[in-house]
């Protein structure tokens, strides 16, 4: 069965002067994300596919997670969108490996395939109404570096609103 892991990006730095896409992590950031990352890698949860907002804060946080991934999709789409966005994003990702789209992708993403674990790395509140959306509850808050997998038991192409498995929910605090 697929499985979508929906991830915020870990702490980033506010007041810096810096255009919000540009903000990197913070240490305590850098240290979730890490500490995400094992958690993942200890559950046998490595994605084929990562979907990443092209944010500093997303990249960074993708960074520390330390995944074995070897294709990765660098999103614009992602940042500063809605919940309707992502779900395409996703769906069309998990159906053919790739988003092929406008959005300016880019990084190591490949030829597609099958897609059986997807990685997406976002913002809220997108990501919190996504998991809410796909999966028809969510925790009351979404923090930073908080993770959702969700499972998707009728294929990446049946993927809507209610039809997804909250299988796993965590946050750095865990």
Known sequence: MPSLIVLRHAKAAAGLGLADIDRPLTDRGRRDAAETGEWLRGGGMTPDLVLCSTAVRTRETLDRLVLTTSRVEYESRIYDNDPETLLSLVREA????????????????????????????????????????????????????????????DGWSELRHGTGELAAFRTPKD
């Open 94 to 153: 998990g159906e053919s490996g790739v988003t092929g789209g406008s959005g300016g992708s880019g990084g190591s993403g490949g030829s597609g395939g099958e897609v059986r674990t997807l990685l997406l790395v976002g913002h809220n509140p997108s990501v919190h109404q996504l998991v809410h959306d796909l999966t028809g509850r969510a925790p009351e808050a979404f923090p930073t570096c908080a993770l959702a997998v969700i499972d998707v038991p």
